[in-house]
């Protein structure tokens, strides 16, 4: 299963910059986007180290809610085993 991750951008060093979600940074890759269309505080889908589509902040919390509730089944399914 492949998993894009919502992520906002903390820094831009174009081609590079650094994004966080949930209290975790990571270095990714922002060629795939046009420079020009980058900001910092930006909201970006991130897959394998790149940012692959930029979002707006109520589309990433709608991500993030659904990957919160697969992670509670999951676990639920865990602990049931």
Do not use: T
Not at 10 to 32: C, F, H, S, T, W
Not at 53 to 70: A, H, M, T, Y
Request: charged content about 30%; overall charge negative; hydrophobic content about 40%.
């Amino acid at each position: 299963m492949c998993v894009g991750v919502p992520m906002q951008i903390i820094e831009i060093n174009y081609p590079l910059g650094v994004a966080e979600a949930k209290g975790v940074k990571r270095d990714i890759g922002l060629q795939l986007l046009p420079e020009g269309d980058i900001q910092l505080g930006d909201h970006v889908v991130v897959h394998v180290g790149f940012a692959i589509e930029k979002i707006d902040k109520e589309r990433s919390d709608e991500i993030w809610q659904g990957l919160n509730e697969l992670l509670e089944l999951m676990d639920q399914e865990d602990d049931s085993a």
